[in-house]
């Protein structure tokens, strides 16, 4: 899924009133084009992109399934397909994913923050490493966490050691030693002429 300001799209194919019903109250706010079956939705297939395609499946008919997964192209399209108690299930759970994306994406869920990110991280660092009887986490830690920080500042700043030491809140000479020890390479992109 994509971030906030973007409206999720849906395909249903269900004859189903009752669930297409649900399903859109289910996923209000959201781009939902329902059809019985996909040759009476395979114009709009073809015209537009869908995030998700929900497909009702009756045991041993999967000819739709079929439809579906050459109509759309799979790295751009989730497609969910099962009998009714299980969309029924799945359109739950989407609704309750979607809630999660729109808060995070919003930053108005303080389980989404940094801190508790890294928090969690830590925790399973942490507890594969006590069942493995390690020792010295802390220098271990801090070196996992200082790599990915100074390279993604150094890339943010285009290689300029002076604007990713200010960055980081840290002398030039530190930052370079830095680099030295953790032998994070440090590659600057020439702009390209107009």
Do not use: W
């Amino acid at each position: 899924m994509s971030t906030g300001s973007t409206v999720l799209s849906v395909l249903l194919l269900s004859a189903d009133p009752d669930l297409q019903a649900q399903i859109r109250q289910d996923l209000k706010g959201v781009a939902i084009t329902a059809a019985k079956d996909f040759a009476s939705a395979s114009r709009t297939v073809a015209r537009r992109t869908f995030d998700v395609v929900i497909l009702e499946t009756r045991r041993g008919s999967y000819a739709d399934l079929t439809e579906v997964q050459h109509a759309v192209d799979p790295a751009r399209t989730c497609i969910l397909a099962g009998p009714r108690p299980a969309l029924r299930r799945i359109s739950g759970a989407l609704r309750d994913l979607m809630e999660e994306h729109g808060r995070s994406a919003n930053g108005g869920d303080p389980g989404a923050s940094l801190e508790h990110s890294i928090e969690s991280k830590i925790a399973d660092f942490v507890k594969d490493m006590k069942d493995g009887a390690a020792r010295n986490l802390h220098p271990m830690l801090i070196k996992a966490v200082e790599r990915p920080l100074i390279a993604h500042t150094l890339k943010e700043t285009n290689g300029n050691q002076i604007q990713a030491a200010h960055l980081l809140g840290m002398n030039r000479n530190t930052l370079r030693k830095k680099i030295t020890e953790l032998r994070i390479p440090v590659r600057r992109e020439r702009p390209r002429p107009s």
